[in-house]
Each structure stands twice: as structure tokens, then as C-alpha cells.
């Protein structure tokens, strides 16, 4: 499919439009991202707390593909195509503990968890041993690469646009104050399908234009207190609140925060003292997402089971206040009158940035290079 985003790159500043509404409603345009912004970007897919004994198993579906995660026998996490290198059947299809063997349930081809085929019975005949000229060496699963930093899985299908350490550099520069390795986690919300496009939930949490609209009955962090953050393609927002001493007894979100992204998919929230939300959004069609939260403290933090539920609790509201408004969203993008709307040159700069990445990523013979940096409203 072929997007016009004449309109998108040549609107002039202050004010800029978004990106066309097919986009975020078109089955060809979301096959367009898998074919290539999805294979060429690093991807995150997991949680590493969640393959934390050997044998464990993940399978998770990266730009429409079975992708399989894989904690080997060093615990290291390796990603595979999950399919079996007989007639290929998707191996794995629910998280499980499969012990030292990935069985294929059809003919029962066995792999180790390095992805080495170590078993191919009967496929000789009756004989027990292989047919003349078969090398197992030459049927293991196809490996994808994988990078993992602190607790958090990604993997990229192809030859990835940058190394992972160039991927991860503007957001270590942002968090580099932040004792990630010391974190533990508490708590898991899971909200299954959300009906909308997965850009519109990523770019919802890059922007603070809405927060003490759609969150006024859930948040006390005031619109003057926000700031926009563009660090590369290290995108979102932060939010300065003098503390009162009362912020830890709230019933709101009334502390300090910043809320950043990593271009594609990648979402992680601060929250002042030590609590950290990260978001996995996990895109299924062109006007659907799967989303998850795990929340994290600091790994010190003796915090009670009533305040983990209020905690969730708290956090369930807000994400439902979010997933109202974009699948709102979504649905006002399938109007014939919609069109890329404008945006904010004030509190929409980093939306506006990643909206970029995202053309660049789908269509590079339309871009055209725009400065970064950092921009904190006055």
C-alpha cells in the first residue's frame, strides 16, 4: 500500500498536521508495518522475570509471525520462529515449562533449547536411525536475534536499522540516575484487547495534553507542570510537582513523573520515589492491541499487599480512562471527514516526532531529515 504523506511532511511550523487516518484504520497500511517497520526495528515482546526457570517458553507474534522466547539452560534468553522444521507447525502456543525439550506435538521433532534439532523419530522408517544423507545439524530452528536489558525482552526479525546498543543509548542517557537493576516486580495488569490501533496507544503516553482532561478524577499533575522530552527517538513527556508530604497518602497520581518512550513500542513510566510502570503493547490488527503493565518498585521497599491493590487498582482506572479515549480515537478515524487533524507545537512536538519515525520507518523516499533535541516549555 502507498500513503500520501505529501501533507504530513509539508504543513510548516507551528502548526503541523498528523499523520493521514488510514494509517491507523488500513489492513494494508498495518501489512505495510509488518513488512517493514516491524522487521527492521528492535521490538519489544516480554518480560525476562517471566522466563526465569530453564526450559521456560514464551510464544508472542511479531509483525504477524510465531515468534518463540526461550530460556535456555544458561537462563540466557534466546528468540526462535516458532515453527517446526518438519512441516512446520507452530511449536509452542501457550507459556509452559517444557523441560529440556521443545516437542513438536505433531510427529514429536524434538529440539534443545539452543534451537538444535535433537530428535527426528521415524523419520527413516522404521528404522531407528535418520535416512541416509539427513544431517539434524541442518533442521535446528531458525534463531532471531534477541537483546535483553534489565527486565525487558526484544527481539528484531531482520538486520536491524541500528545495534541494540545505539537502540537503548537515549534512554540509558535518560535513566541514567535510575537503579533499574534494582527493581522488582509487584504486580501484573493485563487488559487483553484493546480497540484500537497501537500507535494511538503509544502516542497517548508520549503526550501531557490530555492528562488533566481524560485524568482529572485520577491524577493531580497539572498541565504548567509537564515538559516534553525528544532525546533521538527516546520520546515523551515529564512532569515537576513540588512534593507536599502528602503525595504517598493520595488517591491520585500526584507525584513527579516522566513518561517515556522507544521508538517503535517500547513504554516505560516513573513515578516519584521508586515505583516504574512499563507497558507492553502488542499490536494484532490494523484497529487492535493487546496491552499489558507490570509495575515495579525498588527491590528495598517494603510495601504491603493492600497498598500492591491499591496500587493496581489505581493504575487499572487510569489505563481505562486512556483506552476509552483511543478507541474513541479509532473510531472517529474511520469518518470520510477525518484527516490527520493539527497538533500542538507545544505539548504535541514529541507525538510529532515519533509520527516521523514512523514515516521514515514505512516509506524512507518521504522523509526528510528533521532536528532532535530537547525541548522543556518555559
Not at 507474534?61 to 534468553?77: R, S
Not at 532525546?231 to 512532569?239: A, E, I, V
Not at 513527579?256 to 513510566?269: A, E, H, M, Q
Request: glycine share 6%; charged share 20%.
Amino acid at each position: 500500500m502507498s500513503v500520501d504523506f505529501e501533507s504530513f511532511w509539508n504543513t510548516d511550523p507551528p502548526f503541523r498536521t498528523g499523520l493521514p487516518p488510514e494509517t491507523y484504520t488500513s489492513s494494508e497500511f498495518f501489512e505495510l508495518e509488518n513488512r517493514t517497520l516491524f522487521r527492521t526495528h528492535w521490538i519489544f515482546v516480554g518480560y525476562r522475570h517471566e522466563l526465569n526457570r530453564v526450559g521456560d517458553v514464551v510464544p508472542v507474534t511479531v509483525a504477524g509471525q510465531p515468534v518463540l522466547l526461550v530460556a535456555g539452560g544458561d537462563l540466557e534468553i534466546r528468540a526462535f520462529h516458532n515453527l517446526c522444521r518438519h512441516r512446520c507447525l507452530k511449536l509452542v502456543d501457550a507459556p509452559k515449562n517444557c523441560g529440556r525439550l521443545i516437542r513438536c506435538p505433531y510427529h514429536s521433532w524434538s529440539y534443545g533449547l539452543d534451537g538444535k534439532l535433537k530428535a527426528a523419530p521415524h523419520f527413516g522408517g522404521k528404522e531407528t536411525a535418520p535416512p541416509k544423507d539427513f544431517s539434524p545439524a541442518d533442521f535446528g530452528l531458525h534463531e532471531i536475534e534477541c537483546a535483553v536489558w534489565n527486565d525487558w525482552i526484544f527481539v528484531c526479525l531482520g538486520p536491524p536499522e541500528m545495534s541494540f546498543p545505539e537502540f537503548i543509548a537515549p534512554l540509558e542517557r535518560q535513566l541514567e540516575n535510575v537503579p533499574l537493576h534494582d527493581l522488582k516486580p509487584i504486580g501484573a495488569l493485563d487488559f487483553g484487547t484493546v480497540n484500537t490501533n497501537w500507535k494511538t496507544l503509544m502516542e497517548n503516553f508520549i503526550e501531557p495534553y490530555h492528562v488533566q482532561f481524560v485524568h482529572r478524577s485520577t491524577t493531580s499533575q497539572p498541565l504548567t507542570d509537564h515538559y516534553t522530552i525528544i532525546d533521538r527517538h527516546c520520546l515523551g513527556s515529564g512532569c515537576d510537582i513540588a512534593d507536599d508530604g502528602n503525595t504517598s497518602k493520595s488517591e491520585t497520581l500526584a507525584v513527579s513523573s516522566r513518561f517515556l518512550t522507544l521508538f517503535p513500542n517500547f513504554v516505560i513510566g516513573l513515578y516519584e520515589p521508586d515505583q516504574i510502570g512499563v507497558h507492553l503493547n502488542s499490536p494484532v490488527n490494523a484497529g487492535q492491541t493487546c496491552q499489558r503493565r507490570i509495575i515495579y518498585v525498588h527491590k528495598d521497599n517494603p510495601i504491603s499487599d493492600g497498598d500492591i491493590e491499591k496500587t493496581r487498582s489505581l493504575w487499572h482506572q487510569i489505563h481505562q480512562e486512556d483506552h476509552e479515549i483511543c478507541e474513541r480515537l479509532q473510531q472517529g478515524r474511520a469518518s470520510p471527514a477525518a484527516d490527520g487533524g493539527i497538533l500542538s507545537p507545544h505539548w504535541e512536538n514529541s507525538l510529532r516526532n515519533f509520527q516521523e519515525y514512523l514515516a521514515r520507518a514505512v516509506d524512507p523516499a518521504s522523509s526528510r531529515d528533521r532536528n532532535t533535541g530537547s525541548t522543556r516549555p518555559t
